[in-house]
DNA sequence: CTGAAAGCGCTTACAG
DNA sequence: CTGAAAGCGCTTACAG
């Protein structure tokens, strides 16, 4: 690997001259110039970031500390982040948690052993300690979290989860729904404990049918959603409709209903939430909740940087949150419940 | 944030004391060990990577160097790559390509920058300039890719891609299908070109109809599928089976049939390629060809692993290649032709 | 424009 | 175990 003071030799000036044309200083005249981003561009050389980091003290990394990436909508984020972090050549070093918490501990470690200029994390938020998330925020450095890290002032994204919860809740009740099953996320997630305060409380103002038991398994993969919707299909009397934490468990509960013998939206209705690319070409297509997943990302990757700006910069950072409202797709999987359930 | 030296003297030692209880050198009294590791558990210290790296020659990044990661099927192989990465301590540095050439090379440059250890890439392979690959090899940076690079010794992962088109061709032959259409890939991906050429061959030797208007728009995304599968659904006499460039383009397909009134598999036949998860919750279930992306991930990452232990230890590096063979999973998106085509 | 100097936080090698 | 020294490839500040 070439240094600096290669590529200074092999154009014939000063390394402080190369240091000046890589950082447009004005003074180089735009005879060296040329000829220094010549030598530059045969070698394909670049500065090493992590020598310029180490004196100048940001390394223009971001970790990306996620659950994982295999949810389309985690996939989007990602990409939404990317767009904003490019151009302003910062990069991503992606961590996934798998949504455990000794990974959560884990990806904050290696994110502090690059010396990340900021993050954006996925933290688990419910139920569990949270004091390497205090660490942070006191060593005052940027952190966006998705979603509200209870007690800790970080800037967040917000979602109206209560209230689509609701929104869903309100449509099927409408179409005639009086039992209505309910597939919670992950128990140290924030928006599945939102998401089930929302569903509880529209389930008692709407006067349904609450059966515990209409409160299924947790988690956020395809596999959670088939067990989780396999029980409750199970059931002695079984929920003519089902809510599904997001896309891949309503996928699960799909296959669920498949294997069961029930027919979608004949036998159950069924809700998602994210509106993933695909949620339209379900069998049948799925009504859900649209989030702007790639705005969200977006949100948070300018979020940091203006954070790490006004740390650089020596201005207080004043946390921020802001709120993204769901909307509600309607596709085939819900209809209205059909008279003699099960029966046929 | 703390260094080295703040440990040394918080903990009442020297600095290469610090040093070895870090590197688990023998001569640490299990005392000292102790005293040192309280400190650094204490403050949440890891040594900086980026000044470590500077003068131990190592980042342990790996840069990972995509098209993007919104298809399932690339979040799959991110996933299989982290999957052997972390246990081993290194780390991904995540760059997508959106499938552009001038994104590509300022990936590279980015991977440059950060000194990564090695790479993983999915690149532009056909008809494109691949100088910038040569510079890889030249400068023995270790390298995998996905897909053979034409006249570059990379080591790289194989896939049986005409293989798997001619047994799709054939099971469609054999299902009574005479005209099939063909939705090809980015025309700059190798494994579009070797799934075309499986195809053409196939149609020959099955004596098959051939219609060049049957090989539609390459593509990706399921964006490219729709407007793909539209114009060959318009033709004057439309073929009755159709094989996608992969799930996502095929989900393309299923919105076009749907707009078109075609229904699958009674009008249309659909085959895509990868079996992302979700392909067995369309509507109808998708007939595809499995790929084993999380073990494709993680036979990559044990490569460019592998490369940067030979590198490393002076040993000459010897270049592999692994093939990869899909496998057809039939589903409900394919039947037999119907007798009158399209004429109810 | 040049040139020399200091320093970022580590690793490496070595004398005690 | 300690301690001092050199050096990785940059940035920063400054005298000429």
């Known amino acids: 690997m070439l240094t600096m003071n290669d590529i200074a ?18 003074w180089v005249s735009e005879n060296t110039r ?12 670049t500065p090493d970031r992590m020598a310029a980091g ?19 909508f985690n996939s989007q984020i990602v990409e939404g982040i990317n767009s904003v972090l490019r151009p302003l050549d910062y990069n991503a070093l992606l961590l996934s948690t798998m949504d455990e918490h000794s990974r959560e501990l884990e990806a904050l470690k290696v994110a502090r052993s690059y010396r990340v200029d900021g993050m954006i994390i996925t933290p688990q938020q419910v139920g569990v300690d949270l004091s390497h998330l205090w660490k942070i925020k006191e060593a005052g450095e940027p952190c966006i979290t998705f979603g509200c ?11 109206d989860e209560g209230a689509s919860t609701v929104r869903i809740v309100g449509y099927l009740s409408e179409l005639g729904h009086r039992r209505i099953g309910f597939l919670k996320g992950p128990d140290t997630s924030l928006s599945a404990k939102q998401r089930e305060d929302g569903f ?25 959603g088939f067990e989780g919707a396999k029980k409750l299909f199970s059931l002695e009397v079984p929920p003519t409709a089902l809510i599904c934490y997001n ?14 013998g029930l027919s979608i939206p004949g036998d159950v209705s069924i809700v998602g939430f994210d509106d ?22 977006q949100w948070m990757a300018r979020q940091v940087i203006a954070e790490i700006d006004k740390k650089r910069s020596g201005e207080p950072v004043v946390t921020e949150s802001k709120q993204f409202i769901g909307e509600l797709i309607i596709r085939e999987s819900t209809a209205p419940p059909r008279g003699k359930k099960y029966e046929n």
């Open 9 to 26: 030799e092999l154009s014939g000036c000063a390394r402080s001259t190369v240091y000046a044309v890589l950082n447009h200083k004005s």
């Open 34 to 45: 040329k000829k220094v981003q010549k030598v530059i561009a045969e070698h394909q050389w």
């Open 54 to 72: 180490l004196v100048g003290g940001s390394t223009n990394l971001i970790a990306l500390i996620l659950k994982d990436v295999l949810n389309p």
């Open 149 to 159: 890290s209870p007690g800790i002032d970080f800037s967040y994204l917000d979602l």
């Open 200 to 224: 509880r409380e529209a389930v008692m103002m709407k006067q349904l049918e609450y059966r515990p038991e209409y409160s299924g398994k947790g988690g956020a993969t395809l596999k959670d």
């Open 247 to 260: 896309d891949l468990v309503a996928a699960g509960a799909y296959r669920a209903a498949e294997e069961s």
């Open 276 to 297: 993933i690319e695909l949620a339209s070409v379900f069998g049948p297509p799925l009504t859900t909740v649209r989030q702007p997943c790639f705005e969200m990302g």
